[in-house]
């Protein structure tokens, strides 16, 4: 079966550094995405990983190894803004996104 | 209209009613989707449409049908509404050839 799995909560503090590992088993491998989702709100996208390595955007860096599964979203700075859901999706051989049930980071002064 | 929109918000249904949700979007994607978020569960795919005129099943389509007879429209529709259906539902959609997905705000669905 396909499977993500991502921790269920983390807690970090204002200007500290925090990383949300996911790890994944599916049905081939099309991409890894990164998705922010405020309390009652929609997902955003964050980021998208296809090739090994580390792609940075600002505050925000993701990581990907395809060898291991293995992707981690990586805040810095952290703001009180960022308290959210951080979702982990890989995109399947069919082209469809299988999600995780989602981080919630809780930011603390 | 800016982007990907959804009616109602939020809906409070009987049981054994039918019910449709709207989505519609301006960015003339070709790809549209349907999700349930449900606590504690991931978003799971319920149906899809690669382009308008067709249309897919996703991971838990039971109980549910899509139509997509133009570009901007994508509604999804519960013929006979069950208790299990209470969730939130977001719309997607994604140009072609492009990854990202853009959700739409949601509908809070409650099925008594």
């Known amino acids: 079966g396909q499977n993500i799995d991502q921790p269920t909560e983390m807690t970090a503090t204002e200007g500290a550094i925090v990383q949300i590992n996911c790890t994944y088993q599916?049905?081939?491998?099309?991409?890894l995405f990164w998705y922010q989702q405020h309390a009652g709100e929609a997902p955003t996208f964050l980021s998208y990983?296809?090739l090994d390595g580390l792609e940075e955007k600002g505050r925000f860096s993701s990581f990907l190894s395809r060898s291991k599964g293995y992707s981690y979203l990586l805040l810095k700075e952290l703001q009180m803004k960022d308290s959210a859901s951080y979702l982990c999706?890989?995109?399947?051989?069919?082209?469809?996104?299988?999600w995780g049930a989602g981080t919630k980071l809780i930011i603390k002064p | 209209i800016a982007g990907i929109t959804q009616a109602p918000t939020s809906q409070i249904l009987a049981a054994g009613r039918r019910m449709t949700l709207r989505c519609t979007q301006d960015?003339?994607?070709?790809?549209m989707y349907w999700y349930r978020q449900d606590l504690g569960l991931g978003l799971r795919l319920i149906h899809y449409?690669?382009?308008?005129?067709?249309?897919g099943k996703g991971e838990v389509p039971d109980g549910y049908s899509v139509s997509r007879a133009n570009t901007d429209d994508f509604p999804l529709t519960l013929a006979s509404a069950v208790p299990s259906q209470t969730s939130v539902y977001f719309c997607?959609?994604?140009?072609?050839?492009?990854?990202?997905?853009?959700f739409g705000p949601g509908t809070r669905l409650t099925v008594l």
């Open positions: 960015m003339r994607h070709n790809a």
């Open positions: 997607a959609s994604s140009a072609k050839g492009f990854n990202e997905q853009f």
């Open positions: 990983n296809v």
């Open positions: 999706a890989v995109r399947d051989s069919n082209y469809q996104l299988i």
């Open positions: 599916t049905s081939g491998f099309n991409g």
């Open positions: 449409s690669n382009t308008a005129g067709t249309t």
